[in-house]
């Protein structure tokens, strides 16, 4: 699938009457159909602390885990920005998943490049 067909698969997803779980593991596999990652995650901001609402290729108790904006630079700078961010893979912050990535199976594997972008309900 190419680029354009999984943008439109996004969005008709995100609009088809799903329950919001299969609604948001859709859109995970569409976005890892147009980029091509390891793992993904859609994290939902409650104050100031993220939480897990689905996951692909990261180890499972992620989704127990919540994420202070505090302790997390990269996904602060995340919700900073008004559109997609990407971190080069020399970027001195940590990032939130490093250990977690079910595709290295000696869970010491450090994030390098890594992509966030804020999704925003109704401008919020």
Request: hydrophobic residues 45%; proline residues 9%.
């Amino acid at each position: 699938m190419d680029q354009r067909a999984a943008l439109l698969s996004i969005a008709v997803d995100l609009t088809a009457s799903l329950a919001s779980s299969d609604r948001l593991t859709r859109l995970i596999d569409a976005l890892r159909r147009a980029v091509s990652c390891d793992a993904a995650a859609v994290l939902q901001l409650e104050g100031d602390t993220l939480r897990p609402l689905t996951i692909h290729g990261l180890a499972p108790e992620v989704m127990g885990r919540r994420f202070p904006r505090r302790d997390h630079p990269r996904l602060d700078v995340v919700l900073s920005k008004a559109a997609p961010i990407r971190f080069p893979a020399d970027s001195p912050l940590p990032d939130p998943f490093d250990g977690q990535i079910l595709a290295r199976p000696d869970r010491g594997h450090l994030v390098h490049a890594c992509l966030g972008c804020p999704l925003f309900d109704e401008g919020a």
